[in-house]
Nanobody, 122 residues
Framework: QVQLVESGGGLVQAGGSLKLSCAAS????????MGWFRQAPGKAREFVAA????????YYADSVKSRFTISSDNDKNTVHLQMNSLLPEDTAVYYC???????????????WGQGTQVTVSS
């Protein structure tokens, strides 16, 4: 069973930065993409960013483009999300996810972490 464990959340003032990390427990499980999603209170979960596990192609939601950067460390089986210029509306629980199947219609995220809280104060 693959487990994804997020870390790095916390409380930060608007304009500040945080770096989230996601470590996968199983070193050799097959995946085509790793992603970050978030869910704010009373709202649906939304896509934030993703990275292809081979090749490193990155994908971002428009709301975080130019502020957030996703990266992977394949040797350490870890994916990171560097978040800069944080806004109060970035406040949410952030989830890491891994997709084992990537089709033309999009990736299928099979594994999810428990989430880490990010709170941005104004």
């Amino acid at each position: 069973q693959v487990q994804l464990v997020e870390s790095g959340g916390g409380l930060v003032q608007a304009g500040g930065s945080l770096k989230l990390s996601c470590a996968a427990s199983a070193r050799t499980f097959s995946r085509c993409r790793m992603g970050w999603f978030r869910q704010a209170p009373g709202k649906a979960r939304e896509f934030v960013a993703a990275i292809s596990w081979s090749g490193g192609t990155t994908y971002y939601a428009d709301s975080v483009k130019s502020r957030f950067t996703i990266s992977s460390d394949n040797d350490k089986n870890t994916v990171h999300l560097q978040m800069n210029s944080l806004l109060p509306e970035d406040t949410a629980v952030y989830y890491c996810a891994a997709a084992q199947l990537c089709r033309a219609s999009g990736p299928r995220y099979d594994y999810w972490g428990q989430g880490t809280q990010v709170t941005v104060s104004s």
